[in-house]
């Protein structure tokens, strides 16, 4: 099973970016699907969460700017990222829960002021 995230950057704070997470061994679907990020120096923290019946679920500080969505057909998670803070600054990581946890490696994003 491996997990790869892509997309992140550097932007400025009010703009966007799309991440993804491409899986491959195993199917998103019908899993618990998540991003997680972990700023320098801090623990790492939920960001959105997409469970097998297509509910969502995110963390406070993201609400109302970011989605997880999924693509089955590609077997792909997204995390659609809008109106970027300086704190939303991290490495974002894909997780997905199949009676094991696994792990992607993360993507750096940088949010600038």
């Known amino acids: 099973v491996q997990l790869v995230e892509s997309g992140g950057a550097l932007v400025q704070a009010g703009g966007s970016l799309r991440l993804s997470c491409a899986a491959s061994?195993?199917?998103?679907?019908?899993?618990?699907v998540a991003w997680y990020r972990q700023a320098p120096g801090m623990q790492r923290e939920f960001v959105a969460r997409?469970?097998?019946?297509?509910?969502?679920d995110y963390g406070e500080s993201v609400k109302g700017r970011f989605i997880i969505s999924s693509e089955r057909a590609k077997n792909m998670v997204y995390l659609q990222m809008n109106s970027l803070k300086v704190e939303d600054t991290g490495v974002y990581y894909c997780?997905?829960?199949?009676?094991?946890?696994?792990w992607g490696q993360g993507t750096q994003v940088t949010v600038s002021s």
């Open positions: 997780r997905l829960v199949a009676g094991y946890s696994y």
């Open positions: 997409l469970i097998p019946n297509g509910d969502t």
């Open positions: 061994g195993i199917m998103l679907s019908g899993n618990h």
